[in-house]
């Protein structure tokens, strides 16, 4: 794929509405786009990014009408949440709150809370607003390295990866938005950045995230959703044998079982063609839905662990330990 560097929003926005993935300029790094409403479109985003896990993504809306249709706004802290957005947004402050149904779980990476913000470089604006889609978007490097600030700078992380870079000039900010949380009418820092601790406390009583307890701080608690029924990993359903008392679920990939073998007490194929773009983007759904029937047990189908098969089963092993 040739990657163009380019200043034309209508194109960044046809490419979005397509499922396609375009990185955009923010007000504090250059994020890697797509539609967050498009779960397949979301799987690409790991892809290129050859992430080896799934990492919850922040939301980027396209207005703050769509606040309440990406976030459930809890009474007790509404006040603040309305507060901070009416303060800080459009700017780099990302709150995290408990998700509405919409999300897919591919963005949040199974959890009950999404990351939302509302950007305020005027080009991202545009092209979010003319798409009036909610765009998922991390910084536009590859795993392991540092966010880009420039057009260019992406160019060298994803050349060949994606369609478009939309050329802004170098970032305002050049780190990446400050990550909060509001609980009990308290605001929990999970990741400091351009508004600061001082501006925020002037709103609410900080607390210390390693005092919270359950908060899930990037790069600090695992921040997945963790199935509560047991999960092993098997390289073939077929050769799975038949159970008397026990309620198995087999977790698949591919269409190696398209009649499903007598062993299991419901199946779920991540992707009848054996699509690991397909298979991420359904992953975190069908392990709930198999989490949700009471089982005895999870069997989960290894995946090649090339591509986006790799950030598959490292979640599966995780699964698998506990
Ligand atoms: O400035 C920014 O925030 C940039 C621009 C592009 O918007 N984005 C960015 O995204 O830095 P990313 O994916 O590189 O970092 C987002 C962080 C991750 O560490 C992730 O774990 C955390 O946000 N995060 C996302 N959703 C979360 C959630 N529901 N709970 C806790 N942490 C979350
Ligand atoms: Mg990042």
Known sequence: MKTVI??????????????????????TVYGLAANALNPIAVAKIFEAKERPRFDPLIVHLPNRDWLRRIAELPAGDRQLILKLADKFW????????????????????????????????????????????????????????????????????????????????????????????????KIAILRRGPITHEQLSEFANIVSVTLTQRISAPGQLPSHYMPTTPLRLIDSAEAFPSQTNRRVGLLGCGGAFRSPPQAFATVRNLSDRGDLREAAANLFRYLRELDALGLDLIVAERVPSRELGAAIMDRLERASHR
Do not use: W
Not at 6 to 27: C, F
Not at 118 to 146: C, K, M, Q
Not at 168 to 184: L, N, Y
């Open 6 to 27: 380019s200043t034309d929003r209508v194109a960044a926005v046809e490419l979005l509405r397509k499922g396609d993935l375009v990185a955009l300029p923010t007000e």
């Open 90 to 185: 459009p700017g780099p402050v990302t709150m995290v709150l408990p998700k509405c149904e919409l999300v897919p779980d591919i963005v949040t990476a199974g959890l009950d809370t999404v990351a939302v913000r509302l950007s305020a470089h005027p080009v991202f604006a545009e092209i979010v607003g003319e798409l009036d889609e909610p765009l998922a978007a991390p910084s536009a490097n590859r795993f392991g390295r540092v966010s880009p600030t420039t057009a260019r700078h992406v160019l060298d992380e994803l050349d060949g990866r994606i369609p478009l870079i939309v050329d802004a000039g170098p970032t305002e900010h050049g780190i990446e938005s400050t990550i909060v949380t509001i609980r009990d009418s």
